[in-house]
């Protein structure tokens, strides 16, 4: 899979974007603030209506504009689609190949896409809710029967809760209680199995980028004991709830916990550690989804020389390379960037939002 080309327009500064990136790496280089992050920013978007910097639209809109574009060409297995994102307060309107787009799931999983950044290390320092939408990004890709699950059990909790909320009834509340725990046992299981995929190859990237300590990771599945349901953990928690007024154990309350030398790694890494951490965790997320769907996925690597040394950086962008995604960089310079990996490479330099070929 490809973006074979990339627009954009009223997209924070950059006011009007036309490429055609590199099939194998893209350098953005300029100077902070030129509008490199952005660049990136909008491939992101294109996917999933959303950036790993921002979902609000004021945040991601130029200033004076009233809506903001992105479009892109997807070329797999030889065959274009053409993608586009429309915001604005009014709404958002997706687009393939020209026609309105049915949903947002459909649209983003014809461009997966896997940013490393400077905040990636919120994976590992985070709540616990990056890690499940790291679980449930990889879920979506790679089990067809986790997104209809996972809409089920959403739809479930809302309405249990809100019997909660308004003290309902033995019976209703019984009724969603039963289905909760059926869509819920189903995230689960989508869920363990993505781990138990994961974690050989995560343990492969741990060794390479982190060899000077041991790392490891553990699926806490959101309610005690291996054996119960979620159903008689619910009905144990009833007293519970009745005074929380929400629904207590489930897969929302899911962990992925990481240790660093058998040690919890929010407590014991430092912020390089935990970027390698992530980093690996991400990279295993990119192999997994190429062995398991053999499709592959846009890789966005955003200044990732911050807070590693060279070696460590350079050893990252090596495997980034190994997986033959096609990968989008920034950096200040061109000699700031290790491209020896590749061997094609596009540049483009960045300045106050305007990208020109370069090189």
């Known amino acids: 899979m490809q973006l074979c ?11 009007q974007l036309e490429i055609e990136p590199g099939p194998q790496v893209t350098l953005f280089w300029g100077q902070n603030g030129a509008g490199k992050t952005s660049i990136l920013e909008t491939v992101d978007f294109l996917s999933r209506g959303r950036s790993f910097r921002s979902r609000r639209l004021d945040a991601l809109l130029r200033k004076g504009a009233r809506t903001l574009t992105v479009r892109g060409t997807v070329r797999e297995a030889g065959v274009p689609t053409h993608l586009g994102i429309e ?5 958002r309107v997706l687009l393939c190949n020209h026609h309105k787009a049915e949903t947002l799931s459909a649209h983003a999983a014809r461009l997966p896409v896997v940013a490393l950044h400077p905040d990636s290390h919120r994976l590992v320092q985070g709540g616990a809710r ?27 909790l809302r309405q249990r809760n809100q019997v909660l909320r308004t003290r309902g009834g033995m ?17 689960d299981i989508a869920r363990s199995s993505i781990i138990d995929e994961i974690k050989p190859i995560f343990d492969t990237y741990g060794r390479k980028l982190l060899p000077e300590a041991e790392s490891a990771l553990r699926y806490l599945r959101g309610w005690p004991g291996e054996s119960e349901s979620l159903e008689a953990a619910l009905v144990h928690a009833r007293s519970r709830e009745r005074r929380s007024l929400a629904t207590h154990w489930g897969p929302h309350r899911a962990e992925l916990a990481l240790s660093l030398n058998h040690q919890p790694a ?19 997320q990119v192999a997994h989804l190429q062995a398991h769907t053999r499709r592959d996925c846009v890789v ?9 040394d060279r070696d460590h950086a350079g050893a990252l962008v090596r495997e980034v390379a190994a997986l033959g995604c096609q990968a989008f960089m920034t950096a200040l310079a061109p000699q700031d960037a290790d491209l020896q990996a590749w061997t094609q490479a596009r540049m483009f330099h960045v300045k106050h939002g305007t990208c020109k070929p370069s090189g």
């Open 300 to 308: 966005l690597l955003d200044d990732i020389g911050a807070e590693l």
């Open 266 to 284: 929010a407590q014991v890494a430092s912020r390089g550690q935990q970027k390698l951490l992530a980093m690996s965790l991400l990279l295993a």
């Open 5 to 15: 080309s990339l627009s954009a327009h009223n997209f924070r500064l950059i006011e």
């Open 130 to 156: 990056y890690r499940r939408n790291y679980l449930d990004w990889s879920a979506f890709h790679v089990k067809p029967d986790f997104l209809p699950a996972w809409r089920e059990y959403s739809r479930c």
């Open 171 to 187: 019976q209703e509340m019984q009724a969603w209680t039963q289905r909760l725990a059926v869509a819920g046992e189903r995230v």
């Open 87 to 91: 915001k604005s307060a009014r709404g």
